[in-house]
């Protein structure tokens, strides 16, 4: 059983940076997906970034060129890098597992119904 525990979030003012990190345990080999999805008060979640197995990675419109996801595969450890954050950024950040797919002929995926396992979520909030 895949089991993920976040850290790493907390209180940024507006253009600031933080990293959020996940350590991932239960993963065996083959094809998988890991993502960081958020979900602010009153809204639906969102998928943020996802890396796969080989290193592909896809992000979401709204954080391109701001966020950067990263794995440490000898470690099980997933990492989201966030930069110039803005208040829309304020939310819970879950990271999440999901196994190999047809998605691996496509793209990373970012919609969570390709995904199985997830973690309790850290708060992240943008404010000044």
């Known amino acids: 059983q895949v089991h993920l525990v976040e850290s790493g979030g907390g209180s940024v003012q507006p253009g600031g940076s933080l990293t959020v990190s996940c350590e991932v345990s239960?993963?065996?080999?083959?094809?998988?997906?890991w993502g960081w999805f958020r979900q602010a008060p009153g809204k639906a979640r969102e998928g943020v970034a996802a890396i796969d197995s080989d290193g592909r990675t896809n992000y979401a419109n709204s954080v391109k060129g701001r966020f950067t996801i990263s794995k440490d595969s000898t470690k099980n450890i997933l990492s989201l890098q966030m930069n110039n954050l803005d208040a829309e950024d304020t939310g819970m950040y879950y990271c999440?597992?999901?196994?190999?797919?047809?998605?691996?002929?496509?793209?990373?995926?970012?919609?969570?119904?390709?995904?199985?396992?997830w973690g309790q979520g850290v708060q992240v909030t943008v404010s000044s």
């Open positions: 239960g993963v065996g080999y083959g094809i998988y997906c």
């Open positions: 999440a597992y999901g196994p190999g797919g047809s998605w691996y002929r496509i793209v990373v995926p970012l919609a969570d119904r390709f995904y199985d396992s």
